[in-house]
């Protein structure tokens, strides 16, 4: 667009022209296996907050992002070739396919929100819940 403007006459020159773009890259932190251990075993009184604790533990186990995992239905969970479950879908970000196995744990995770009526009003697997929230709910998780 600037380039445009310069070439009718609009703008004289680029003011952006000696810019340089730096991109700082930074290691990001994961759960240890130890970790992922304690979080699945602890118990919490508030609902909200297992349900956090579950859909967080099955994007772990997954590979699946949070808006990956929270738009799944059950036409994601096919039969594979190995005659297990698998999920296929789409990255919602970069649209990459994805076709990857059931694991045991994110399967009892699913199965425990197979009747959740908000789960069930959208036809998802799971309840939906904005990323702010689950975020926000995350962090209280941490503390």
Same mark, same amino acid.
């Given at each position: 667009?600037?380039?445009? /403007?310069?070439?009718?006459?609009?703008?004289? *020159?680029?003011?952006?022209?000696?810019?340089?773009?730096?991109?700082?890259?930074?290691?990001?932190?994961?759960?240890?296996?130890?970790?992922?251990?304690?979080?699945?075993? *602890?118990?919490?009184?508030?609902?909200?907050?297992?349900?956090?604790?579950?859909?967080?533990?099955?994007?772990?186990?997954?590979?699946?992002?949070?808006?990956?995992?929270?738009?799944?239905?059950? /036409?994601?969970?096919?039969?594979?070739?190995?005659?297990?479950?698998?999920?296929?879908?789409?990255?919602?970000?970069?649209?990459? !396919?994805?076709?990857?196995?059931?694991? !045991? &744990?994110?399967?009892?995770?699913? &199965?425990?929100?197979?009747?959740?009526?908000?789960?069930?009003?959208?036809?998802?697997?799971?309840?939906?819940?904005?990323?702010?929230?689950?975020?926000?709910?995350? *962090?209280?998780?941490?503390?």
């Amino acid at each position: 667009m600037l380039n445009l /403007a310069i070439n009718i006459e609009r703008m004289v *020159k680029n003011p952006f022209r000696g810019f340089k773009i730096r991109i700082k890259h930074e290691e990001r932190e994961y759960l240890t296996k130890e970790e992922l251990t304690r979080l699945e075993k *602890k118990d919490f009184d508030i609902p909200r907050l297992d349900f956090v604790r579950d859909l967080f533990v099955f994007s772990c186990y997954t590979g699946l992002a949070y808006i990956d995992a929270i738009n799944l239905t059950q /036409a994601n969970l096919v039969d594979g070739v190995d005659g297990e479950i698998w999920i296929k879908t789409q990255r919602h970000k970069t649209q990459i !396919p994805v076709k990857t196995p059931l694991p !045991p &744990k994110p399967a009892l995770i699913l &199965k425990k929100y197979e009747r959740d009526p908000r789960a069930l009003a959208k036809a998802t697997l799971f309840p939906l819940l904005s990323n702010q929230k689950m975020n926000s709910y995350l *962090k209280e998780i941490a503390d």
